[in-house]
């Protein structure tokens, strides 16, 4: 079957750094995704890893081991304005096209 | 504003009623998507169209009836729905199938 494992919850405080991680075991991999959603709001891209190491765009930073199927995003700096739902997804590609198989999401409630 | 539109934003509909959910993209994407997201649920994919051709029917009931016209346009008609179907259903576009997804806000249905 396909899976994404990702924590449900997770709380930090402003200017703190917080990792939410992202396990996954699907039939297929071509690389693993985030997406930042806020409440009533539409799901946004934030980056995309197809090779192992760390992307890092501005204050958000993704790493991925395929070997351990296994990834992360890194938040740096954290704002009140960085509350919301992110969600991890692997791209598959079952049938010559790529589908994005989406974890259930780590909901980020930032602090004072 | 990530330039996918979808309307209504919000409907309630009985379940003897036909309703029909309009997405349009204005970013020249050739791939549109719907997808279910439900409560602490991962976001589940319904159907894609590549280039007009429908590529992927998830497993999806028939009372969920998609239509591409063109490219830039993707309706979800809606029969004889069930409790169960209420969720966030959300449209997506993306260059082809290889590229990242632009999600729009979504429509909130409620069927009583």
């Known amino acids: 079957g396909q899976s994404l494992e990702q924590p449900s919850e997770v709380t930090a405080v402003e200017g703190a750094i917080v990792q939410i991680n992202c396990t996954y075991q699907?039939?297929?991999?071509?690389?693993l995704s985030w997406y930042q959603q806020h409440d009533g709001g539409a799901p946004t891209f934030l980056s995309y890893?197809?090779?192992?190491g760390l992307e890092e765009t501005g204050r958000f930073s993704s790493f991925l081991s395929r070997s351990d199927s296994y990834g992360y995003l890194l938040l740096q700096e954290l704002q009140m304005k960085d509350s919301a739902s992110y969600f991890c997804?692997?791209?598959?590609?079952?049938?010559?096209?790529?589908?994005?198989?989406f974890g259930a999401g780590t909901r980020l409630a930032v602090h004072p | 504003e990530t330039g996918v539109t979808q309307t209504p934003r919000h409907l309630v509909m009985g379940m003897t009623n036909k309703k029909s959910l309009k997405c349009e993209q204005h970013l020249g994407h050739n791939a549109m998507y719907w997808y279910k997201q439900s409560a602490k649920k991962p976001l589940e994919l319904m159907f894609v169209?590549?280039?007009?051709?429908?590529?992927e029917n998830n497993s999806v009931p028939s009372r969920f009836s998609p239509e591409c016209p063109n490219s830039s346009h993707l309706f979800l008609h809606l029969h004889t729905l069930q409790p169960e179907d209420s969720a966030l259903y959300l449209c997506a576009s993306s260059q082809d199938t290889n590229y990242e997804q632009y999600f729009g806000p979504g429509t909130r249905l409620t069927v009583t």
């Open positions: 699907t039939s297929g991999f071509y690389g």
């Open positions: 169209y590549n280039f007009k051709e429908q590529t």
């Open positions: 997804a692997v791209r598959d590609n079952p049938g010559g096209y790529n589908k994005l198989i």
């Open positions: 890893n197809a090779l192992d």
